[in-house]
């Protein structure tokens, strides 16, 4: 059984990327704004898998060194260390600090690496305007989008790091060149997540339809 709908792009209409007002497009070439916020107004948000495959690949290049420069580095009368994320994991694990080693790895390794997959998948389906899992490609959107609000847990799971360290050993705590990198990394990708249009998800089922 066919489903019968009908989109808002079929109808001329569009909802404004600012306000969210849905608004009808005019018939002319000339643009069209926003009755509300006088926003411009577009159907699909313009260069849209460009962009975010501009900001997804600077993410990518930037997560080597965020995981392989120092993050971190700490120093006392009696010891200095130069720690990366995955080092600093494995010292935290060691010294009882189980709970806090497996944050430290999820927010700062496991979602980054997430995050950069999942719009990786999203944009080649769209690119190759493919009709697999349309509804569940949308949910991963949104769960890239709803992880993206908490991106700077990451570097708040360093803050902490270094709270800690002051705290129990008395040592002075500097940020490493790997924690620009590793700040850049959560900045792009949420970014593209920003700059990803979801609704060309479903402009080939669409198109499928019409056929």
Known sequence: MNEQWVTAAEQGLCSC????????????????HCSRCYARLHSRKPRSVARSWALLIAAYLLYIPANLLTIMETGSLFNYRKDTIMSGVVHLWKTDFEGIAT????????????KLLALTLLLLSVQRRSLWRTAQRARLYRLVEFVGRWSMLDIYVVTLMA?????RSL??????TGAIAFGAVVVLTMFSAI?????????????????
């Open 17 to 32: 990327h600012v306000c969210g007002l849905v608004s009808r497009l005019p018939q002319k070439s000339t643009p069209g």
């Open 103 to 114: 944050i430290v790895f999820i927010a700062s390794i496991m979602v980054p690496l997430f």
């Open 163 to 167: 709270a800690l360290v002051q705290i």
């Open 171 to 176: 040592a002075t705590v500097t940020a490493g």
């Open 195 to 211: 700059y990803f249009d979801p609704r060309l998800i479903w402009d080939p089922l669409q198109k499928e339809r019409n056929i």
